[in-house]
Nanobody, 124 residues
Framework: QVHLVESGGGSVQTGGSLRLSCAAS????????MGWFRQAPGKEREFVST????????GYADSVKGRFTISRDNAKGMVYLQMNSLRSDDTAVYYC?????????????????WGQGTQVTVSS
């Protein structure tokens, strides 16, 4: 059974940092690109970042480029999102997701399984 379990969310002040983790199980992790999306109240789910199956390529939304870093550990079945210089508009529920390996994608419909999400709240 496929599982994606996010952790590491919480409350932080503007300018602070958080590191999200996603533990994957129930499938061959190396066969999938991984990604992070987020959804703020009243808004649609939006792409944040993605990483190739090998970890060799990454993609970012313009809004987080230079502040967020995605990484993965295939030996552990883990994917991470290091978030620095957090702003109030980063407040959202963050979701871990997977897509079959291939070229990097950033559309929600390209990803086929989602975690339950972890809340990130940034306040001044």
């Amino acid at each position: 059974q496929v599982h994606l379990v996010e952790s590491g969310g919480g409350s932080v002040q503007t300018g602070g940092s958080l590191r999200l983790s996603c533990a994957a199980s129930g499938f061959t992790f190396e066969n999938y690109n991984m990604g992070w999306f987020r959804q703020a109240p009243g808004k649609e789910r939006e792409f944040v970042s993605t990483i190739s199956w090998s970890g060799g390529s990454q993609g970012y939304a313009d809004s987080v480029k230079g502040r967020f870093t995605i990484s993965r550990d295939n030996a552990k079945g883990m994917v991470y999102l290091q978030m620095n210089s957090l702003r109030s508009d980063d407040t959202a529920v963050y979701y871990c997701t997977r897509a079959p390996k291939g070229f990097l994608r950033n559309g929600a419909s390209d990803f086929d399984f989602w975690g339950q999400g972890t809340q990130v709240t940034v306040s001044s």
